[in-house]
């Protein structure tokens, strides 16, 4: 199997410490703007596509809408699948192969988690995986970064955590948006990164209407305002055709 980096760092405890922040309170806020902006009826299914440990999907679960969680990362899931309950699931999955067909209302795609592989063809094949697993009109949610945004405001940031000292950097590398992160833990020093293909706007639009999705609106932030270039977020709702 070629080397993929995702593999490997979200696996890692560094990735779950480091990330610690992103917390249940930003997920609630966030899922109850996306809630308020979709209107889901009662007995809405959702699918979280690539849902790390699955603080969306829990808040989803909670607000008593019946959800599964897939993600490529065994450890994620197994941390997942704690919280299991009748409204709510967990499985391992690569998005890039075939999963239900038709069998729910929403599908989710949120935090950056897309833009991971190597080829265009392979973004193709996840999109049209999740807009096969969704009813006829089903709604897709793409959360990515703003190609433009990350352009003008790359930065070092030092995060000291307990006795972990993290060094991250994110910077437009060719046709990647790359981001680095050096972890020193006590004489170690580990070095990972996190790498997606630098869609813009334009192109993340082109490829889900690709998919088969009509594009209802994009919007530029976790609060759902209409996008602008100067927003951090492109987050594109999109329906079935």
Not at 4 to 10: D, G, L, Q, V, Y
Request: aromatic share 12%; glycine share 6%.
């Amino acid at each position: 199997m070629k080397d993929e980096w995702f593999r490997t760092w979200f696996d890692t405890d560094y990735y779950h410490i480091l990330y610690n922040h992103r917390d249940d309170k930003e997920a609630r806020e966030f899922i109850d703007a996306l809630l308020s902006f979709l209107k889901p009826v009662n007995g809405s299914t959702f699918l979280d596509v690539a849902c790390g440990r699955g603080r969306h999907s829990l808040q989803l679960s909670e607000r008593g809408y019946p959800t599964v969680g897939i993600d490529l990362s065994a450890n994620s899931i197994s941390f997942a699948k704690q919280q299991e309950c009748d409204r709510l699931r967990y499985n391992v999955r690569d998005i890039r192969e075939p999963f239900e067909c038709g069998t729910f209302h929403f599908a989710l795609n949120l935090f950056t988690s897309f833009g991971y592989f190597d080829s265009i063809a392979e973004h193709l094949t996840a999109l049209r995986n999740i807009h096969s697993a969704l009813e006829p009109n089903g709604i897709f949610v793409l959360d990515f970064l703003n190609r433009n945004f990350v352009s003008q405001n790359s930065d070092v940031k030092k995060i000291p955590l307990g006795n972990l000292h993290f060094t991250t950097s994110k910077e437009i590398v060719g046709a990647h948006i790359t981001k680095k992160i050096t972890v020193q833990d006590g004489d170690i020093k580990e070095t990972y990164r996190e790498q997606v293909l630098a869609f813009s706007h334009d192109e993340l639009i082109d490829l889900i209407s690709q998919a088969g999705f009509n594009i209802l609106s994009v919007h530029g932030n976790y609060q759902m305002e209409t996008f602008e270039q100067s927003h951090p977020r492109v987050i594109i709702i999109a329906q079935k055709k």
